[in-house]
């Protein structure tokens, strides 16, 4: 008895979010079933991901950012109150932050696939960028 390939990525962080799970990641379009499918599978062998990841990058990097944030505040065995950031005029930890960015990609993901979604602050952003030094553990 073959074993059939199920053609969806799961994810529980999107799941719980109650993403459709056809709406999420590449999801979209169904590599076995599309005429393209043997080379998207190509593709994942070679790069770890195939080109439906670039049609959508916009999605498809705050879903990352979201997902890896998410476990990170999960396993991370570091004091997420050592680093403290500006924001806004404020002082915040590394654990506020990361809740503000999270909070940010959730908002722009429950968008759903509604065309031009949008985009989380640029104030997200410059914060992204201040916290990265200290994503690690």
């Avoid at 599978?41 to 670039?54: I, L, M, N, S, V």
């Avoid at 932050?97 to 993901?109: K, M, N, P, T």
Wanted: with cysteine; net charge positive.
């Amino acid at each position: 008895m073959s074993k059939k390939k199920n053609p969806y990525k799961r994810c529980k962080y999107l799941d719980d979010l109650n993403i459709p799970i056809t709406e999420y990641g590449t999801n979209f379009i169904n590599c076995y079933k599309d005429k393209r499918g043997r080379k998207w599978r190509r593709q994942r062998t070679k790069y770890g991901f195939d080109e439906r990841e670039t049609w959508n990058l916009d999605s498809q990097f705050i879903e990352w950012i979201y997902t890896r944030f998410k476990m990170y505040k999960e396993v991370a065995c570091v004091d997420l109150t050592f680093h403290k950031f500006k924001y806004l005029g404020k002082e915040i930890t590394q654990s506020e932050a990361i809740d503000i960015i999270l909070q940010a990609c959730e908002d722009y993901i429950k968008q759903g696939d509604t065309g031009f979604k949008t985009f989380p602050s640029p104030i997200i952003g410059d914060l992204l960028f201040k916290i990265m030094p200290a994503m690690w553990w």
